[in-house]
């Protein structure tokens, strides 16, 4: 009879006589094991023939065969008159268990171990959800499942906190104060794509242009290109813009729509909105019958985003800036209800940024022309005489949308910081000349 080893241990027969006590023997059901005696065997005895079976091969040799899950004690009588006890146990086949699981979850650090009739499964899953699927897979080995697999401690999962600047620009006004916007080419530069509307004035190698850009002084021994705000650009991070955007503000060339800041888990989405809802009706008939529904509209600044960060710490970056407003002019009417359109300027991206980095997004821009036409009443009607009595002027405004937008990376597990001061409201300094200089208390002492 060729014999089967149930594991490692059990690939040489078993010795009985090389045992101090009772020998334990481990053998997996099915399979069988070969014990040998120096004296000859006068009798064998098996305790629990349910789950071990023994044939005698030879007058020193017993084959010892697992047929059900348990434990059984197996007692040999030898001809010096000395008997040897072995205790068997018979554990569940869980090769299969071990390469189920492997194929199933190659990433999940499970041991999988037979105990008798117990499937004892140890280890360490990535989530409850998976040792709850690899406790089920070894339900068909036994109806006794230990599942003693620990959960590993949740990796922290960082987040994109995004900066968003939406600004409104006077081009009238823009013009009239010479601003522009500086690109010196230097390597850290993200990059620059224009939109091909305006030209740019280039400076030759030898030049040296100093400036006040955000409070730096700025020199160059490249090409330098000064390009119009009709573009579309990425900010070097060194470059102080806030201070650049409040210098506009102080013009008042700039104004300040919306400063939002999200924050969001990487590869969540997020959405920002400032403004509000514009109700219009929806007029349905079924048959014959008309039903008015009142649905809503958003309008004002708008903002979607959803950022990943990548292995390398770089930012994946999808933004969709949208700024839209009530526009009456184009007002409709229906049923009695006066519908205004509504003018949107939006734009949609996708970038990749170093934590820190900024981009702007410009070139979104309204151009409004308004007439107005007043005239005097009876005499302004009249002909030739009455182009004396009537005045008209034509009002044209140019404006500009820029949205800046610095996404960084932000650890949920860092120290924590102090809370950010709320903004305070500016207090108009007192003139004490106003007021009194005396208490009530003091003023009638006196």
């Known amino acids: 009879m060729a014999q089967v080893p149930a594991n490692p241990a059990a690939q040489q027969p078993v010795p009985a006589e090389n045992a101090g006590g009772n020998q334990v023997v481990h053998i997996l059901v099915g399979h069988s094991v070969v014990i040998h005696t120096e004296p000859r065997l006068t009798r064998v005895l098996v305790g629990n023939p349910a789950v071990v079976t ?3 091969t030879a007058p020193n040799e017993v084959v010892v065969t697992a047929t059900a899950a348990g434990s059984s004690s197996v007692v040999l009588w030898q001809e010096n008159n000395q008997s040897r006890i072995i205790e068997v146990f018979a554990d569940v086949d869980v090769s299969l268990l071990r390469e189920a699981i492997a194929r199933g979850f190659p990433g999940e650090a499970i041991q999988a171990e037979a105990e008798e009739g117990r499937v004892v499964l140890t280890g360490t899953a990535s989530s409850a959800a998976v040792a709850d699927q690899i406790g089920k897979m070894g339900a068909p080995f036994s109806k006794d499942i230990v599942n003693s697999i620990r959960l590993a401690l949740p990796q922290r999962q960082k987040q994109v906190l995004l900066k968003v600047r939406f600004a409104q620009v006077d081009r009238t006004k823009l013009t009239a104060f010479g601003f522009n916007l500086l690109s ?47 573009n579309i650009f990425v900010f ?10 409040r210098d506009l503000q102080q013009r008042n060339v700039l104004q300040i729509l919306a400063e939002p800041n999200l924050l969001a888990a990487s590869g969540e989405p997020a959405s920002f909105l400032a403004g509000g809802e514009l109700p219009y009706p929806v007029v349905s008939g079924v048959a014959g019958a008309t039903t008015v529904t009142v649905m809503f509209k958003p309008f004002g600044v708008k903002l979607e985003f959803t950022g990943t960060i990548e292995s390398d710490n770089t930012i994946r970056l999808k933004v969709f800036p949208e700024v839209s407003s009530l526009d009456f002019t184009n007002s409709v009417t229906i049923s009695g209800f006066v519908l205004p359109a509504i003018a949107t300027r939006h734009a949609q991206t996708v970038v990749e940024l170093r934590d820190g980095q900024s981009f702007g997004i ?10 107005q036409f007043s005239k005097v009443p009876g005499i302004g009607d009249l002909p030739i005489l009455g182009q004396l009595f009537r005045s008209r002027s034509v009002n044209k405004t140019n404006s500009e949308l820029v949205v800046i937008v610095t996404p960084t990376i932000v650890d949920p597990a860092a120290a924590p910081t102090a809370a950010p001061e709320l903004p305070k409201m500016p207090i108009a300094p007192l003139e004490q000349k106003q007021f009194d200089t005396q208490t009530p208390h003091g003023y009638g002492s006196k």
């Open 54 to 56: 023994t044939a005698t």
């Open 362 to 371: 410009a070139g979104l821009l309204d151009q409004r022309t308004t007439a």
């Open 184 to 230: 010196t080419g230097a390597a850290n530069t993200v990059g620059t794509t224009t939109t091909q509307q305006f030209g740019t004035l280039g400076l030759g190698d030898q030049g040296k242009l100093t400036g006040k850009i955000g409070a730096r002084a700025t020199g160059f021994t490249t090409t330098e290109t000064i390009s119009d705000l009709l």
């Open 236 to 245: 070097r991070p060194d470059l102080n813009l806030g201070a650049t955007i």
